[in-house]
């Protein structure tokens, strides 16, 4: 069973570009969760998803980012006009249920580097 | 709100010699407490939870940790260490109440390298 996927696994852009990152959640699972981690701190929430809908976004920045969990195909966190300061690795996790007693398998992440 | 501090952000050990990495955490309600290891070019994987029940909880690979509520702590230990546990180690906490219990708060991380 394939674990969660995301790719790429290095992303570099340019001031102003846009990123895009993908993540595949493991089989079965249709609950999505994306979390960064920032130069020298821990993993923080950004954004809660099940297919097709937005269940809590309240650790993504107002301005700039979004999240989708379409019904076909994996999630994506788009991230407009990026800045140095989004410089971070970017996990995404899924879970079968959203229950508290459901374990969230964690992808390799996608390190992001903005120039 | 939930903050998780390791105290460690390195730790170098010999093989086969016991090993604690430490956690603590602060959260003004009631909390279900993580340990995940994540190695080289890999996810995160979980190592063990606590949830309820008996505050000594036993994880995959010979962890275990233990919680005591008195100290808000959750340290990780294991008795005897191989090559193969060298990874970055990762405390996190969820609030049990609030509807959010799937928002995991994070420490920093604390790197373990087991010497031969």
């Known amino acids: 069973n394939a674990g969660v996927m995301q790719n790429p696994r290095h992303l570099v852009r340019r001031r102003g570009q846009e990123a895009r990152l993908r993540c595949s959640p493991m089989?079965?699972?249709?609950?999505v969760y994306w979390y960064r981690q920032l130069p020298e701190e821990g993993l923080k929430f950004m954004v809660y998803?099940?297919?097709?809908?937005?269940?809590?976004e309240s650790g993504m920045p107002k301005e700039r980012f979004s999240a989708e969990f379409p019904k076909e195909g994996p999630s994506i966190l788009r991230i407009q006009q990026v800045v140095r300061g989004d410089s971070a690795a970017y996990f995404c996790?899924?879970?079968?249920?959203?229950?508290?007693?459901?374990?969230?398998?964690f992808g390799p992440g996608t390190r992001l580097t903005v120039l | 709100a939930q903050s998780v501090t390791q105290l460690d952000s390195q730790v170098p050990v010999f093989e086969e010699a016991p090993v604690e990495l430490r956690c603590n955490y602060s959260?003004?309600?009631?909390?279900?407490l993580f340990w995940y290891v994540q190695y080289p070019n890999q996810g995160l994987q979980l190592l063990l939870k606590?949830?309820?029940?008996?505050?000594l909880v036993k994880g995959i690979n010979g962890f275990e940790a233990e919680f005591n509520k008195s100290q808000t702590s959750f340290h990780l230990r294991k008795p005897s260490v191989h090559i193969s546990d060298t990874a970055e180690y990762f405390c996190?906490?969820?609030?049990?109440?609030?509807?959010?219990?799937?928002?995991?708060?994070f420490g920093k991380g604390t790197l373990l390298t087991v010497n031969p």
């Open positions: 998803l099940q297919k097709e809908n937005i269940i809590d």
């Open positions: 996190a906490v969820s609030a049990v109440s609030g509807g959010s219990n799937y928002k995991l708060t």
């Open positions: 996790a899924s879970s079968r249920t959203g229950g508290f007693t459901d374990t969230q398998y």
């Open positions: 089989k079965g699972h249709s609950h």
């Open positions: 606590y949830l309820s029940g008996s505050t």
């Open positions: 959260s003004s309600v009631s909390v279900y």
